[in-house]
């Protein structure tokens, strides 16, 4: 038997199976999350990509799918049923596949939103099923898919939602549908526990990269210009040097724009005697698994991606992420920065009772840390703190944000309490201010020595960006912006005087910007 779950009826949990042994955290989220359900109709689970949620579907399953009632889970592409049924067998739960000419006659079924919408096969799933899991469910929010799934609910189901991702760009929150989050786990909490590999994040600047060009002002930028924009030929090559100066022989992963953008950036790799991999949506599927395999069987060791290595693809030994998609994503840059998260070898942590043995293992392991390499201010403009009140739709002051989003979940605070971790917050920004300050200085120089060398050997000077600090806001008014650097993309009237001198000696600056930036010095000396 695993360790005691007050809530499990215990006739309906076997032992794990094999060398399996489930975790604390894994433990303390099917036992809120039943608790939770004795008194609501579903829920959302919120844990960071590599603490093995599939685990926790498991042990739900086992808890609330029992006697003769059904279970249902919901996967949310395709190709990741099998693997999702496969990984359930594994943990000795029998069950079905509902997809194509599969038809499920097992207690226990997995099919993807697909294959239940296609001739309204979900309807004959509705009676007596328990509960239904649906994975990834910050994926497929659309109105057919909630009219499918209050099918269930209307019969008596629970409907819980389980994501590393819950921050959606536009439209309701998750918690519109799902209900209240039942239990919550940082990213950063998850590292601290020794359960996953730490980011080191390097920023690297494209010097006539402008996205404040391509910002709709809602949602996120407009996937056709940007891939125009990424393919053209000086951003082509600055990619490519980026890739070649630091993957180091490294397993790495390139997040690439769009697919002419990638393939013209593997031409390149080729041209400096690097061969990599590519996988793109338009490619046939075995050619897309036969690239996918040279590169987890080690033959080679950089794979440049274009909307197909996020959700539902492990591959622990990943060890460098270049991003090279711009977004304002939350959602989608923590599911391109949980590509790295996961330990190597895998194993290392199994029997490893305390955080301290597990960081540790880590730190002496192959792979002490992974990092990113971001060319595109994605790691600025979103950060890997999710906070659950972003869940709840509520807006608040960025201080008390910021304290709020670093306690324990369901951690009571008194006002005294908040008090105090404001106090500390203040600190903390204060610190932060000085120390963007600094990188600010190094980022001007570095653009500097970026634009001389343009596409004549680029040499990237990075600096490191804290992997935790909260994502800085986009301006969203009108008016000339700086076109380079740090403060690209901000607009000339925010930024200091210094600045601004700094950018008239620089060179690449069109007249009309020139001009505006010497009005504004003009009006601030008046």
Same mark, same amino acid.
């Not at 950063?188 to 020794?194: P, R, V, W, Y």
């Not at 305390?354 to 790691?379: M, N, Y």
């Not at 910021?402 to 605070?413: F, I, N, S």
């Given at each position: ?29 099917? @036992? ?95 009676? =007596? ?28 189901? *629970? ?20 209900? @209240? ?280 000077? =990075? ?22 650097? *740090? ?37 601030? =000396? =008046?």
């Amino acid at each position: 038997m695993p360790q005691n779950l007050s809530l499990f009826p215990t006739h309906a949990i076997p032992a794990p199976q094999g060398s399996v042994r489930w975790r604390d955290y894994q433990i303390a989220a099917v @036992d809120k999350c039943l608790k939770h359900l004795e008194t609501k109709s579903g829920g959302l689970l919120v844990l960071p990509c590599g603490t093995g949620k599939t685990e926790i579907i498991v042990m739900l399953l086992q808890a609330l799918a029992t006697g003769e009632s059904r279970g249902l889970v919901v996967s949310p592409l395709d190709p990741l049923v099998a693997q999702t049924a496969e990984r359930l067998r594994s943990r000795g739960l029998p069950c079905g596949i509902e997809q194509g000419r599969q038809i499920s006659d097992q207690r226990i079924t997995v099919a993807s939103y697909k294959s239940l919408i296609s001739r309204e096969r979900y309807q004959a799933y509705t009676h =007596n099923v328990s509960v239904v899991l649906v994975d990834e469910s910050h994926l497929n929010y659309s109105k057919r898919a909630m009219d499918i799934l209050s099918v269930f609910r209307e019969c008596g189901s *629970k409907i819980i939602g389980l994501t590393a991702s819950p921050d959606r760009l536009k439209g309701d929150p998750l918690t519109e549908f799902y209900g @209240d989050c039942a239990y919550f786990y940082e990213l950063q909490q998850a590292i601290e526990d020794g359960w996953l590999v730490p980011p080191r994040i390097w920023l690297s600047v494209a010097s006539d990269l402008d996205l404040s060009r391509f910002d709709s002002g809602f949602g996120d930028y407009s996937a056709e210009r940007l891939a125009k924009e990424m393919s053209r030929d000086s951003l082509v090559q600055t990619v490519a040097n980026l890739v070649l100066q630091h993957h180091e022989g490294e397993p790495s992963v390139v997040y690439c724009q769009g697919v002419f953008q990638a393939e013209r950036v593997r031409t390149v790799l080729a041209r400096g005697g690097l061969e990599a991999a590519i996988v793109h949506s338009r490619m046939d599927r075995d050619e897309r698994f036969r690239h996918l395999g040279m590169f987890e069987a080690g033959e080679l060791n950089v794979i440049l991606n274009v909307g197909c290595l996020t959700t539902g693809w492990n591959c622990p030994m990943v060890k460098k992420l270049f991003c090279c998609k711009p977004t304002k994503s939350r959602s989608l840059y923590q599911q391109m920065v949980g590509r790295g998260t996961r330990p190597w070898p895998a194993s290392m942590l199994v029997g490893l009772a305390t955080p301290e043995e597990r960081r540790a293992a880590i730190a002496a392991s192959q792979k002490p840390f992974f990092e990113i390499f971001d060319l595109v201010d994605a790691s600025r403009h979103n950060d890997l703190i999710t906070s659950v009140d972003a869940l709840r739709g509520k807006e608040e002051i960025d201080l008390l944000k910021r304290a709020k989003g670093k306690r324990k979940p369901d951690t009571p605070m008194s006002p005294t309490d908040l008090d105090r971790l404001l106090a500390v917050e203040r600190e903390l920004m204060a610190e932060e201010a000085a120390q963007e300050a600094r990188q600010r200085a190094a980022q001007e120089a570095l653009t500097e020595r970026q634009r001389a060398a343009w596409l004549a050997g680029v040499e990237f000077g =990075n600096y490191e960006r804290p992997a935790f600090l909260r994502a800085e806001s986009r301006p969203s008014q009108r008016g000339w912006r700086v076109p380079f650097g *740090k403060e690209r993309g901000r607009l000339i009237r925010e930024v200091d005087t210094g600045l601004l001198h700094w950018l008239l000696k620089a060179r690449g600056i069109k007249e009309p910007l020139r001009a505006a930036i010497q009005r504004e010095i003009r009006n601030r =000396n =008046n």
